[in-house]
């Protein structure tokens, strides 16, 4: 708390310091709108101060800069901030300010500040502000606007209360909803990904060299689907996908996605991996060791193909809505279309893949086969 403190304090003093020296005339109030939170409002006891939004407060600030230009002497001398919370905090000060009106004497004002702050992205912002200077016939911790309307501190205070539990209440609930969002991007896309675009509202697509493209398929799965409802084939793809989750978490794989009974995954991004093909054929073998099993303990037996190849893709984010991270580029293609041509329970790589795993991984080579398109492809089997 001390260290909040102390950054609530800071901002107070660069905002108001600022608006004291007025470095840039008019076009101070550029840098002055940075410390604005976007719900700003002005706090006073006068009807006409209460609610006001930030286009009102902006106008009011423009209207004080234009009107006196030149910079104002301030003088802090007494000043306290306190922590409402781990996102909210109020600072109380007092200062002595001198204006020159081109008069044989300065303006002297003895001036009261009550500023609150909210955190929103590591930046403490001013939430709400009143400015008032004392007046001798008032009481201890009255206070008198700047435009000579009665202020009663106690209104005040109450004002700041209400306003500072709707604040907190709103920065609980904001909370709440950024967990969610954030355990949703978690969970739909990798996690560098997902930080990039909480970070910058936006994923540059990435180009990777060298990675493993895995996809897998059951074999005469229409027929099978014709044969049980369809409560009972979600249960089976959702029982058997969570296990493939689970398998390419481990080998540090990333799913893509599912697209109806085939499952496609990648190793080597967003961060590079030196193994990423040995790692998606030890995954690959899981994956059908698992079917085996499952196979001996459930009256439907699926059987499984899957294909792999090596190469370049091009990783980002798809759409605006409903969003989805994919890859692009002919090794997603040919990885789809080596599992098309493989065998149930067999693993096919291609010629690439095969070279990265040949001295630690024996394969069986199966010659050319011909693939979509007329195009013939060097394929392995791994034994």
């Not at 001390?2 to 076009?27: C, H, P, S, V």
């Not at 030149?70 to 922590?83: I, R, T």
């Not at 501190?153 to 539990?165: I, K």
């Not at 080579?365 to 013939?376: D, F, H, P, S």
Request: glycine fraction near 6%.
């Amino acid at each position: 708390m001390e260290n909040l403190d102390q950054d609530i304090l800071n901002t107070f003093n660069e905002f108001w310091y600022m608006w004291a020296k007025r470095a840039k005339g008019e076009a101070t109030i550029n840098d002055l709108k940075q410390y604005f939170d976007s719900e700003v409002s002005s706090i006073g006891t006068g009807e006409h101060e209460i609610g006001k939004d930030l286009e009102t407060v902006i106008e009011n600030f423009s209207y004080d800069l234009k009107e006196l230009q030149k910079p104002f002497k301030l003088d802090v001398f007494y000043e306290k901030a306190k922590v409402l919370s781990p996102t909210s905090g109020v600072v109380e000060a007092e200062a002595n300010v001198e204006i020159d009106l081109d008069a044989n004497e300065p303006l002297k004002l003895h001036i009261r500040f009550s500023t609150v702050f909210i955190l929103r992205a590591g930046k403490w912002l001013i939430k709400h502000n009143h400015v008032s200077f004392p007046s001798k016939d008032q009481g201890v911790g009255e206070s008198y606007p700047l435009d000579a309307l009665t202020a009663q501190n106690n209104r005040l205070q109450a004002l700041v209360e209400q306003r500072t539990q709707e604040l907190e209440e709103k920065t609980v609930l904001l909370e709440k909803e950024k967990d969610k969002t954030e355990k949703l991007l978690f969970n739909i896309l990798p996690r560098k990904i997902a930080k990039e675009l909480l970070d910058n509202g936006y994923s540059v697509p990435v180009r990777h060299e060298n990675v493993s493209v895995i996809f897998t398929d059951f074999v005469e799965f229409t027929e099978i689907a014709s044969q049980i409802t369809a409560r009972e084939l979600v249960e089976e793809l959702n029982d058997i996908f969570f296990h493939f989750d689970s398998l390419i978490k481990e080998q540090e794989l990333e799913k893509i996605k599912t697209i109806g009974d085939s499952y496609m995954a990648v190793c080597g991004l967003p961060e590079p991996h030196n193994e990423h093909a040995f790692r998606c054929i030890v995954v690959a073998r899981q994956m059908l060791s698992f079917i085996e099993d499952r196979n001996s303990k459930r009256d439907i037996k699926w059987q499984m193909r899957i294909g792999i190849h090596s190469g370049p893709v091009v990783a980002g984010i798809v759409g605006n809505d409903k969003f989805a991270y994919d890859l692009w580029g002919r090794t997603v293609n040919l990885a789809s279309r080596l599992e098309g041509a493989g065998l149930k329970g067999r693993i096919n790589i291609s010629e690439d893949t095969y070279h990265l795993i040949k001295e630690s991984i024996p394969c069986e080579y199966r010659g050319k086969q011909l693939i979509k398109g007329n195009k013939e492809v060097d394929m392995y089997f791994v034994n």
